[in-house]
């Protein structure tokens, strides 16, 4: 723009000449655009006058599907499909349970790092030969084992002993006196130095289940430990030398929850078979094949052997010596077994048994 009097160029934002100082005159701002009108949708024609209409709210998102419940072949607990694993005892779920036709289930298979819960505390499944039970132990919470099986422990883990009841018993039976604690926080594992497989059996309160020696990796503490006599016996003489045999051990570990739920480690050798049995029906193992049975399961000696043989032959008669389980209940094996000390010798006196000549 220019002065009116002068004719010298002005700036917009001066209000005076530079030149002859005359004011300068501004043309008037253009007025702003009016806002638009924003029309809304007529109401509907049943409508009176004068009433607004909220906007319909937004539909909901549809729910999620629930996941199916069920429950775990091995141990019973509640389970979901969202679940490849059983988190008590990490039965894998994704296939259901394989029958043979002799009627044993094969425990079902566990994948390696499995993991299961143990209240606050978790244990984790490491390997597949020579599994390890790796225990993540929450503050308070704690674990009984023998001492051999013990394979590696955080510094922190606090180990002490839990000594055990009829210690000479005990000992004169070639059982351990003690048993070893770990108490957390911390991390502690077991391993039996062995090929075999790693049995978790988690117990509601009051169950209980018999144990063959030797089968224990750990327990938690709410399991409580007993043992019993098998009464399973017989006697061999050599000369005047007599020796007596105990084929599923001299004792058995029984182990019962009490107020809470537990779990049990257990070691077997090779793969280990579960059958039930129902009421009055029986079945023969190898005696040194026993892992575990329920306390229902009654259990005593079995003899077969041929007929009609000469003295002479009769160690050769006896070696044909079984374990007859009569049910109900569970009864787990092991495709692993020793051979009987004693056997094929001459027997003189043996426990509560049957026997079939053929």
């Known amino acids: 723009m220019f002065c009116e009097n002068c004719g010298t160029p002005v ?99 566990r994948k390696d790092m499995a993991k299961l819960q143990m209240g606050h505390s978790s244990c984790q499944i490491e390997g597949l030969y020579v599994p390890v039970a790796d225990v993540n132990l929450a503050a308070g919470d704690s674990v009984y084992f023998t001492h051999h099986v013990l ?81 399973i016996w017989f006697e061999t003489q050599n000369g005047n030398d007599t020796e007596t045999h105990y084929p599923v051990g001299r004792y058995m570990d029984r182990f019962t929850a009490a107020q809470t739920p537990g779990l049990l480690l257990l070691h077997a050798g090779g793969n280990v078979f579960v059958r039930t049995l129902l009421p009055h029906q029986t079945i023969l193992v190898k005696p040194t094949a026993l892992v575990f049975k329920d306390p229902t399961v009654q259990m005593h000696l079995h003899f077969e052997h041929p007929a009609g043989i000469f003295t002479m032959w009769r160690p050769w008669a006896n070696r044909y010596l079984w374990l007859r389980l ?28 049957t026997s079939v000549r053929w």
């Open 11 to 109: 700036r917009d934002d001066h209000n005076f000449c530079r030149n002859c100082g005359h004011p300068v005159k501004h043309p008037p701002a253009a007025p702003p655009p009016p806002a638009p009108v924003l029309q809304s949708a007529p109401p509907p024609a049943s409508a009176s006058p004068g009433v607004h209409f909220a906007p319909a709210p937004a539909p909901p998102p549809p729910a999620r599907p629930r996941a199916a419940a069920g429950r775990c072949n091995w141990c019973g607990a509640a389970v979901d499909s969202s679940q490849s694993s059983c988190p008590q005892c990490g039965a894998a779920l994704e296939l259901p349970p394989e029958v043979s036709n002799g009627g044993w289930t094969e425990v079902p298979a």
């Open 151 to 231: 394979l590696w422990k955080d510094p922190q883990v606090n180990i002490t002993t839990m000594p055990m009841k009829g210690a000479w018993k005990r000992m004169f039976a070639g059982l351990p006196l003690i048993m070893t604690q770990a108490e957390g926080p911390g991390r502690v594992a077991f391993s039996k130095d062995d090929p075999g497989e790693l049995i978790p059996v988690p117990l509601q309160p009051g169950q209980s289940v018999d144990v063959r020696e030797h089968m224990l990796l750990a327990a938690t503490a709410s399991v409580a430990y007993d043992w019993f006599q098998t009464g």
């Open 326 to 353: 009569s049910g109900p209940g569970r009864v787990a094996i092991q495709s692993v077994f020793a051979r009987i000390e004693g056997e094929s010798r001459t027997m003189t006196r043996w426990s509560s048994a």
